[in-house]
């Protein structure tokens, strides 16, 4: 089986890349992320966007979908209901009929949805890569510390530069 990256995008929606988030903004990180996609795509790479329901309410607060263009035929698009990708999903199984062993990551917010992502990840067995400019968090020194501290426990951190 070849080894195969997935580029793993959380919570790319409207009301979230909205947010008040530091070092990079919304729009930043956004525009970084597509460019990822688009990278991936182009090579034949899983891109996986992944956006998050509120369980237990009647109807998703406006701004809930991805954003408008993120979604392409043959994504694999998840919807969670935790803050990581994996629980109650099917990204699992999903991940392995395509023979991915690595994940790449970005998308909103670093100390909730990637992180949460990421170590349920590393728990189902892959290798973790960090794009540090492709996603941002509530305050930049919760970013900070996390791409610093935790990620590089976890797997590599590099630039959507250097990345790509």
Known sequence: MVM????????????????????????????????????????????????????????????????????????????KRTLNAFHGTGLHRRLQERGVTTLVLGGLVTTMGVESTARAGDDHGYELEFVADAMSGPAADEHDFTVAKIFPRLGTVRSTDAYL
């Not at 903004?25 to 090579?43: D, I, N």
């Not at 966007?49 to 035929?73: F, H, I, K, N, T």
């Open 4 to 79: 195969t990256a997935a580029l793993v995008l959380i919570d790319l929606m409207p009301r979230i890349v909205a947010l008040p988030v530091a070092p990079h903004s919304g729009e930043e990180v956004l525009e970084r992320c597509r460019k990822l996609a688009e990278a991936f795509r182009a090579q034949g790479r899983p891109v996986v966007p992944v956006r998050a329901e509120r369980p237990d309410v009647d109807e998703q607060p406006p701004g809930s979908d991805l954003v408008e263009g993120l979604e392409q035929d043959g994504d694999i698009v998840v919807v």
